[in-house]
């Protein structure tokens, strides 16, 4: 199974509303990182929060690590329809080399 | 910048065949990556290369090889296409530094093996 797993799997929600997206993961990491994917597109790198740091803000986006459980939270506020997207959070671990593994992701729908 | 190219974005290739997916980058980047995407799976990693001349497995490598001969391209190959293949392929590449960054992604190549 996956490295890391997303939850939910998919979300819907009003315009305006928070939503808010989990992932855990099941060794130790090097950082822990969050992209977005629009339909038919690559995917975009949102923000990354390292394995010292608990908590991470970036404009409307805010990441939560807790190591000891090894889940990350990622919470964007006031959203809009244009943040309609997957999102995966992605874990980063050290074996040789950096290796980037990424979740099943959640899909967020967000209604005007 | 281009960032990253990859090509082509489109093929249909029948069971057996073969054929070649270029990834290139023009960031000077260190580490390259080939994912592959399957709805419900998110994204599997094929192979990746921390450097040229290097190339390392990774989640799901059965069927594929690679090779990273300069730095700005890194190559995935199919040698006998099979349908269980069909998927989205994106290439991504990272600086590495002390800590990994950011990945940054193509477009993506979509494969339908008949």
């Known amino acids: 199974s996956q490295q890391g797993e997303e939850d939910p799997q998919a979300l819907s929600i009003q315009e305006g509303e928070n939503a808010t997206m989990n992932c855990s993961y099941k060794?130790?990491?090097?950082?822990l990182q969050w992209y977005r994917q629009n339909s038919g597109r690559g995917l975009v790198h949102l923000i990354l929060?390292?394995?010292?740091?608990r908590e991470k803000h970036s404009g409307r986006l805010r990441v939560t690590l807790d190591t000891s459980k090894k889940s990350s939270s990622l919470l964007i506020t006031a959203s809009r329809a244009a943040d309609t997207a997957s999102y995966f959070c992605a874990t980063v671990l050290y074996t040789g080399g950096f290796k980037t593994i990424f979740g099943a992701g959640t899909r967020l729908f967000v209604k005007a | 910048n281009a960032g990253v190219t990859q090509t082509p974005k489109f093929r249909v290739l029948k069971t057996g065949q073969s054929m070649t997916l270029l990834c290139a980058q023009d960031?000077?980047?260190?580490?390259m990556y080939w994912y592959r995407q399957d709805p419900g799976m998110g994204l599997r990693l094929i192979h990746y290369s921390v450097g040229e001349g290097t190339t390392a497995k990774g989640e799901v490598p059965d069927g594929y090889n690679v090779s990273r001969l300069k730095k700005q391209n890194f190559l995935l190959g199919l040698e006998s296409a099979a349908p269980s293949q069909t998927s989205v392929y994106f290439c991504a590449s990272s600086y590495s530094g002390r800590a990994a960054g950011e990945l940054f992604f193509g477009e993506g190549s979509r494969l339908t093996v008949l």
């Open positions: 960031m000077n980047h260190e580490y």
């Open positions: 929060i390292r394995s010292n740091e």
């Open positions: 060794t130790s990491i090097n950082n």
